[in-house]
């Protein structure tokens, strides 16, 4: 088997080029680098352990865990970690079954004659919780893969809950791009320095600090870039490399993930094309996401870590969109 490069890899498992990234710096996979040139490139042991990876995501387990299953070679520990999984995920169960026959019982409370909507000052309601605590659900044991790939798809869809609705402030901001390997780590070193430089954190404590894949999307050969902005304040003068820009704002849709789950920006994505009342607002040109970007939250506090795509590190997707006309 030929080795495929990063961008290949990405479509055939419809997964980030910086999810891969990550992947590798965490110690899950190993790439490598051919002679003469620069971009990550897998082979084949690779590839079957990022399919093994990516099963055991779609079954929620971990990326700490993956790693400790994937390094042990007795089967102990992974037993220990799918029982876990499955008391967790009979938890969950218990507790949705719960839910859904209390809103049964509401419905069938309701549509007796005369019925009003005093449900929840029912006394007997707590007994009606208790009683169904202790339900249990019969699944079948012959699940296929085909059944998981659909389990995950319902699963893994974002609700209103899910996403916020924030509008970004106009403002100046500094920005640095640049195209090569590992580029995300290379742009917020040079930013992180330029804001310690001139103590933004205590000058601008308000300052947040944007990033988008640029250009994009990846090439062919795997050729990747990446841009960060962070806020500043009037007068403030920005150095080379970095430039100054100017944001326009504007309203956009927010989702939190863990530092590594970039492959949620297709749930967002989705959920904005459901969407009855907001549209995707394109805003800048193929090579800057049309707008997409991603924020670091807390950034005040991450510009000072050493390890600042760690364990625990926390991202806003942004999407730009506006409200849909009435027709």
Do not use: C
Request: no cysteine; aromatic share 8%.
């Amino acid at each position: 088997m030929e080795l495929q490069t990063i961008s290949q890899v990405s479509k055939q498992f419809k997964i980030s080029t910086r999810t891969l990234r990550y992947y590798e710096q965490i110690g899950l996979i190993q790439s490598i680098t051919k002679e003469d040139y620069s971009y990550r490139t897998y082979d084949e042991g690779t590839i079957l352990r990022l399919k093994q990876i990516i099963v055991l995501r779609k079954l929620r387990i971990p990326l700490k865990s993956i790693a400790e299953i994937l390094l042990k070679e007795n089967t102990a520990f992974a037993i220990e970690v799918f029982q876990q999984s499955l008391s967790e995920i009979g938890d969950e169960i218990t507790a949705l079954t719960t839910i859904k026959s209390v809103i049964q019982s509401f419905i069938e409370r309701l549509n007796l004659k005369n019925a009003k909507l005093q449900l929840l000052d029912d006394e007997s309601l707590l007994e009606i919780v208790d009683s169904l605590t202790t339900s249990k659900i019969n699944f079948k044991e012959d699940k296929t893969m085909d059944d998981l790939i659909k389990a995950d798809e319902k699963l893994r869809k974002l609700t209103d809950k899910d996403v916020r609705i924030v509008y970004l402030p106009p403002s100046d901001v500094a920005a640095y791009q640049y195209e090569g390997d590992d580029p995300e780590m290379h742009v917020h070193k040079v930013v992180d320095s330029f804001v310690r430089q001139n103590n933004l954190m205590a000058v601008k404590p308000d300052l947040r600090n944007y990033g988008f894949n640029s250009p994009n999307p990846v090439d062919e050969t795997g050729r990747h870039g990446y841009e960060v902005w962070v806020t500043i304040h009037d007068g403030l003068s920005v150095p080379e490399p970095l430039v100054r820009k100017h944001f326009e704002g504007g309203l956009y849709a927010a989702h939190m993930i863990p530092f590594g789950a970039f492959e949620e920006w297709d749930l967002l994505n989705q959920w904005i094309g459901n969407n009855s009342k907001y549209e995707f607002r394109s805003s800048g040109d193929h090579r800057n996401m049309f707008g997409l970007m991603e924020e670091y939250l807390n950034y005040v506090n991450r510009v000072n870590l050493t390890d600042v795509e760690g364990e625990g590190s926390q991202l806003d997707l942004l999407m730009p969109i506006k409200e849909k006309k009435n027709e």
